[in-house]
T-cell receptor, first 114, second 115 residues
């Protein structure tokens, strides 16, 4: 069964600090990996998308890495802000069927405090 | 519209009732997806439309769930004989053409509570 596992489950950091979130997946065949940010009560918002040939992708203070050989990804957040408090979800797309069927992880709940 | 919209935002119903959840995708997007998110979990795929047709409905949990997109824009997710286990947030997303690397834009979701 295709799976996406994330760690840590939750994380509390002080404003201005950096943090790194981890993702391991078993989805095969692999198409691409995405990181989404989901605020409480809102739908997920896309941060990055990486195909198997891409090792890193940045979006402002967010930098995602991908190692397709070990099936691992990380999301690094630099100089955290209070507004970064949210759930960060790793999402993997496999090459199955038509379109883009996504497999979601359970997310890392990040809280940024003063 | 500017983004994906979903109505209602909240729906409370009694066990055994029928419910309809509506999704308005971004204008011009041909691909539309429905997901279900239980508390503390990531969304789970239900069904994907390419235009008017369901290209992949492998995520629908059973035959009580059905979705339509008759004109290739608005979609309705229909749940018959609701059960308490159906309680969740139902998310809709749309993407430009449904390519593997398309960004999926999500709506705010409909929170369904079955009493």
């Amino acid at each position: 069964k295709n799976q996406v596992e994330q760690s840590p489950q939750s994380l509390i950091i002080l404003e201005g600090k950096n943090c790194t979130l981890q993702c391991n997946y078993t989805v095969s065949p692999f198409s691409n990996l995405r990181w989404y940010k989901q605020d409480t009560g809102r739908g997920p918002v896309s941060l990055t998308i990486m195909t198997f040939s891409e090792n890193t992708k940045s979006n402002g203070r967010y930098t995602a890495t991908l190692d397709a050989d070990t099936k691992q990804s990380s999301l690094h957040i630099t100089a955290s802000q209070l507004s970064d408090s949210a759930s960060y979800i790793c999402v993997v797309s496999g090459l199955t069927g038509g379109g883009n069927k996504l497999t979601f992880g359970t997310g890392t709940q990040l809280k940024v405090e003063l | 519209g500017a983004g994906v919209s979903q109505t209602p935002s909240n729906k409370v119903t009694e066990k055994g009732k029928y419910v309809e959840l509506r999704c308005d995708p971004i204008s011009g997007h041909t691909a539309l997806y429905w997901y279900r998110q239980s508390l503390g979990q990531g969304p789970e795929f239900l069904i994907y439309f390419q235009g008017t047709g369901a290209a992949d409905d492998s995520g629908l949990p059973n035959d009580r769930f059905f979705a339509v997109r008759p004109e290739g824009s608005v979609s309705t997710l229909k749940i018959q004989r609701t059960e308490r286990g159906d309680s969740a947030v139902y998310l809709c997303a749309s993407s430009s053409i449904g390519a593997y690397t398309d960004t999926q834009y999500f709506g705010p979701g409909t929170r369904l509570t079955v009493l």
